[in-house]
DNA sequence: GTCTATATTTTGATAGAC
DNA sequence: GTCTATCAAAATATAGAC
C-alpha cells in the first residue's frame, strides 16, 4: 500500500517538474534556467527537485524526450498513404492543433535547435530523418503517378513543417501580424485552410481535379 | 587626428562586441549568455567590454536594434506594387538570402520572440504591424482586381515568413530533412523555387496564366 | 583606451535533520 | 519523501593602476 502511494506521488511529482522546467527551458534556453525558477514553478522546493533529478542535464534530457515522444503520438495517425489533397490536409490541421494546444514543447524544440540541436540523441535524429524520408517516398510515389505535380518533396515538407510551427514558436509575432489579439481556434482553423488551400491549388494537376 | 583615431577604435570594437554578443546571444538566449563569453568571441578583456557597455541590456537592446535595422535595408527594395508573381518570387528570393547570408541575426530574433519578445520596443513591434499592414493592404488590392485568388492576406504573409525564416533557424533540422549535408547556395534556390512555385500555381488564377 | 584585481550576488549542488 | 542550511564555483559589475 505504501508503496503505491510513493509511486503516485513520485510520478505525479516529476511531471509538475518535466511541466515546469519545459515552461522556462522554452522561454530561456538551457543555460538561462535556474533551477530555483523551475523550482517555484513546480511548487515544490528546489532541493526536492534534486530528489527526483540528479543534474540540470538530467530534467533538460527528460524534457526533450518526453516532448519528441508526444510528437510522435500525435502525429503517428498522419499516414500518408492516402489521397495527396486529405493527407496533406490532415497533417496540416493536425500540426496546427499541436501548435495550438501545446505552444511550450514546440518552443522547448525551437530552443534546442537554435542551441545547436546538442542534447538531440543520434538517436532521436536519425528518428526525424527516417520519418521525413519516408514521407519523402510517399510524396515522390504521387508524382510517379501523376497525382501531384512535380516538386522538390523535401523542401515541400520543410515548407508545411515552418508554416505550421511558426503559430506556437512566433505567438507574439503573429498576434501583431493578426492585429494584437489573442490567437483563438478560428485563427488556426483559418491558418490551416490557408496554408492548404494554397499549396494545393498549386499542386494538385490542373486538368485533374474537375474529374 | 587623435580624436578620429579614437572613433575609429571606438566604432572598430563596438562592432566586434555586437558581432559576438548576437552569436551568442542568438545561440543561448539573454539569461544564458555570459559576459566572459561575449568578450572571448569579440577577442577582447571583459573590462573592455564594459567599457562600451553599461550592461547586458544595453548590448542586448544594441543588438536586437541593429538586427531590425539591417532587416530593414535589406528588404525596403522589395516593394510589393509590382506584378504578384514577381513581387512575390523577388520576396521569397530576398528573405532566403538573408537566412544564407545572416543566419545568426534570425536566430537571435527568434530567440528574442522565443523569450516573449520583452525587449523589442513597442516602436519595433509598430514597425513590424505596420510593414505586415501595408502589404495586406496590397494583396487585397490584388485580390480586389482579380489578379490573385481569394486568401487571407495575413496568414498568406505569416507562411511566406515562417517558410523563409526557417532556413535559418532551424539550420541543424534543414540539414537532417535534405540529407545531412552542409547547406549550399543551391539548396537556398531550390528553396526559393519550391516555395514561390507552389505558392504562385496556388494563387494565381487558372484562367489568366496562359495569356 | 586597456587591463588586473576584486567586491558582491547568485548559482548548481549537497549534507543532514525531520 | 520533505526541506533547511550551506558550500564551492561562477556570474555581473566596478575600482583604479597603467
Redesign the interface.
Known sequence: MEKLQEERIRTRNVRRILDAATEVF????????RITEIAEASGLPKANVYYYFGSKDDIYRAAIARLIQGWDEALEEIALEKDPAEAFTRYVTAKLRLSHQHPTES?LF??E?????EF?TEQE?KH??DV?NYRVAVIEAWIAAGKI?Q??A??????L???T???A??????R?????RNLESADFD??A???A???????IP?DSEPT
Open positions: 522554452a522561454r530561456k534556453g538551457f543555460d538561462g534556467t518552443r525551437a530552443n535547435i537554435l542551441r545547436g540541436a538531440l535524429r526525424i530523418r521525413t505535380v516538386v522538390d523535401r523542401h515541400l515538407l520543410i515548407m513543417w515552418a508554416a510551427q511558426f503559430y514558436d512566433f505567438q507574439p509575432v503573429v501583431d501580424a493578426l492585429g494584437n483559418a491558418a485552410r490557408c496554408i488551400d494554397t499549396i494545393l491549388a498549386g499542386l490542373r
